[in-house]
T-cell receptor, first 114, second 114 residues
Framework: AQSVAQPEDQVNVAEGNPLTVKCTYS??????LFWYVQYPNRGLQFLLK??????LVKGSYGFEAEFNKSQTSFHLKKPSALVSDSALYFC????????????FGAGTILRVKS | DAGVIQSPRHEVTEMGQEVTLRCKPI?????LFWYRQTMMRGLELLIY????????DSGMPEDRFSAKMPNASFSTLKIQPSEPRDSAVYFC????????????FGPGTRLTVL
């Protein structure tokens, strides 16, 4: 079965600095990979996804992620963090043979300090 | 589009009472998912439907939980009888259909069972 690991419970970064939120996955076939963000007392909001094609995916709010098949990783990045980026971030994976189920990681809290 | 709509947004009830959570998916979406989020267990998939038919209910914790989708625009998640350990945020999400499609989440229902 597919699985997702987010190795960091929390990431702290200063405003204006680049940020990275890590995600690794395990699937038996080709993965469909997603990033979501959750602000306090809100639902999950879609940021970006990798389905096929270019390994560098650009998404909402200036975020991007790089699909690395050899390292089975899909890290979320942003060149310059904003205080408003502080939130809970989830990585998720879907495998084609398992219907439309998404398997989510445990989430990573991002704190951006001014 | 109004997005996924959930009601109520907050529910406080006493142990033993029946609780019904409601969801209206985005029009035209073929898939509907119910999730539960807690600090201890993170985000868990409870059940999902395709074209109003339950496909996978393996995440439903107990027989006290049941879900229905009588038509394409409405679904319910019922807990009867409720217990304090059911306290969580319950999310509904919908998805157009394809494996590469994005799931869109509702704002959630915060359930507190006293």
């Amino acid at each position: 079965a597919q699985s997702v690991a987010q190795p960091e419970d929390q990431v702290n970064v200063a405003e204006g600095n680049p940020l990275t939120v890590k995600c690794t996955y395990s699937v038996s076939g080709n993965p469909y990979l997603f990033w979501y963000v959750q602000y306090p007392n809100r639902g999950l909001q879609f940021l970006l996804k990798y389905i096929t094609g270019d390994n560098l995916v650009k998404g909402s709010y200036g975020f991007e992620a790089e699909f690395n098949k050899s390292q089975t990783s899909f890290h979320l990045k942003k060149p310059s963090a904003l205080v408003s980026d502080s939130a809970l971030y989830f990585c998720a994976v879907r495998e084609f043979w398992d219907g439309n189920k998404l398997v989510f990681g445990a989430g990573t809290i991002l704190r951006v300090k001014s | 589009d109004a997005g996924v709509i959930q009601s109520p947004r907050h529910e406080v009830t006493e142990m033993g009472q029946e609780v019904t959570l409601r969801c209206k998916p985005i029009s035209g979406h073929d898939y509907l998912f119910w999730y539960r989020q807690t600090m201890m267990r993170g985000l868990e998939l409870l059940i999902y439907f395709n074209n109003n038919v339950p496909i996978d209910d393996s995440g439903m914790p107990e027989d006290r939980f049941s879900a229905k989708m009588p038509n394409a625009s409405f679904s319910t998640l019922k807990i009867q009888p409720s217990e304090p350990r059911d306290s969580a945020v319950y999310f509904c999400a919908s998805q157009p259909g394809g494996l590469g499609d994005t799931q869109y989440f509702g704002p959630g229902t915060r359930l507190t069972v006293l």
